[in-house]
């Protein structure tokens, strides 16, 4: 017979274990489901600096930085915030930005850390490859942050990314930002699917142009996946519709191409296949039809100089601190940064008032087919001119960047001022933050234009000054491939003193996705990449169905204490009588 203390010793272990289930494991951030893709938030967290300490033997790490054009692979170990990946490969990346840092005293490169290199089962939360970019050209540290958001937010498939501090074998190398590889991984995660072919178009072929029924003859076209089945590909199929008319959504997402269009034409990103250079995209193929995925922002916001003209690093002002931030600058003055495009003004009225009708710059649109043949049907120009609107109205406004500098700066000054190799200075990282050489000023002048340009109020011509003069030759077509800040705690920066969580930042109130821990994510819809909270919720979906099956129990051991009690009274008047 089973007595009334087990009894209810087993009702309050069941109601124990339920307050448990409710009220403490939510709390202490267990995660409990979708580890193939929680890279999106346990490293590309956007709330704080990602922390990545690189530990690699000297001989390796002299060697790489010696013969950094080779991008020639190196073992190491790679900590993530606080998770130890060893047996790791990490190398130099680059093409203009890699050969000017080699042509420079300067060793910060961009790397790209490949952790399934040396075993083809591993990964980071699922992350197979990481790129640390070095935010070369770009004083504002931003530029490609911003773009990357602004691409999501308009329904993009957009490489994870958010700031990283890297050191190496213990000495800090700086603040890079952290960019996801468009790769298998990236295919997955974002199309649900990676059995199509992924190009990276750079080259001959880069501009879409028909060249024949070859697919080996566009040299420039590098297949990244499925390469065992390239002749089952429709690229030949889909640049000869391009050039020579055609169904052209039977080989291309129509809607997603104009939309990265309008983004990239509002943006002003130059470097792209928008230019004499036409790569920065890749292209995926999935089941005979091409979307477009962003890629490479550095240079956007104007960043990338139409004339070519001037000195590209911003001189100090008189007042400037010339030690640490004042030697960064001028050793970025004597890397020829002035060779490499980087527009001296951002506020430059070519950049301003670059046309959304003819947007290219240093060719004609008919030498860019995907572009000119989008913009040569009224249908879709009509669409175009839509995205346009919705970008110029919505995100490329002076409220919605400034939002964003305002959030980046109270994260990011500390680490920027900590930063021994940075190129620019910390005062021209703030100077983009707010006031009138600002991004967000920029956004407001740009944003302008846009809607000028699409009431007819504004007329521009498009310019055919080469983007690329003065860059060498084998540029041309894209054809060449120290002590930590105070408030540092081990693992990642404290917040600063004047800023604790939820309170505004330092320069204004923070955006209107701030929830006073991190930076919402924005919703995606169609396919896209799943958001950060997308974990949140299945975790939140798995603790429901946890604390379900509990209080079903607990509702069953009441019934069963009742009904146990009810018979032991019956059981006792039958005694007693």
Known sequence: MIKSRVVYLCMATLLLLFVVMVAIIPNIGIQTTNAAFSYEELVFNQSKVTTVDIEISEEDWQSMLENAVAEEYKEATVTVNGKRMEHVAIRTKGNLTLNSVVNSDSDRYSFKIDFDYYDNEQSLYGLTKLNLNNNYSDTTLMREYISYEIMEEMGLPTPAHSYMYITVNGQDQGLYLGVEQVDETFLANNFGSNDGFLYKPDGVGSDLKYISDDLSDYTGID???????????????????????????????????????AVNTALVNLDSYQSNLKHNYYLYEENGVFSIIP???????????????????????EDADMSKDGANMQRGNRMGMDMMGQSTDLLAEEAVNFSIYTPVSGISLEERPLLNTLLSNDEYLAIYEGYLEEVATTYLTEQYVQNITNNLAALLTTYVEA????????EQFLEAVKGEKSLPEFAKQRSASILKQLSGELVIEASTTSSNEGFPERFQNGEMNGQPPANWNGDEMELPANREEGQQGAFGQPPANWNGDQMQPPNREGGQRMPNGANEFTNNTAMLV????????????????????????????LLEF
């Not at 002749?231 to 169904?247: F, I």
């Not at 039977?250 to 809607?255: A, F, H, I, N, T």
């Not at 890629?295 to 002002?317: A, E, H, K, L």
């Open 223 to 261: 297949l990244k996946t499925n390469e065992a089945n390239a002749e089952s590909s429709k690229w030949v199929e889909m640049v000869k519709a391009l050039s020579e008319g055609g169904d052209l959504e039977q080989y291309l997402d129509v809607d997603e191409i104009l939309r990265y269009f």
């Open 295 to 317: 890629w490479d922002y550095n240079m956007s916001f104007g960043g990338f100089s139409m004339g070519m003209g001037g000195g590209n690093m911003p001189q100090p002002t």
């Open 419 to 426: 930063d021994p190799t940075k190129f620019s200075t910390t």
């Open 546 to 573: 946890i604390s379900a099956v509990t209080l079903i129990l607990l509702i069953a051991a009441t019934i069963f204490v009742f009904k146990f009690n009810r018979r032991g009274s019956k059981k006792k008047r």
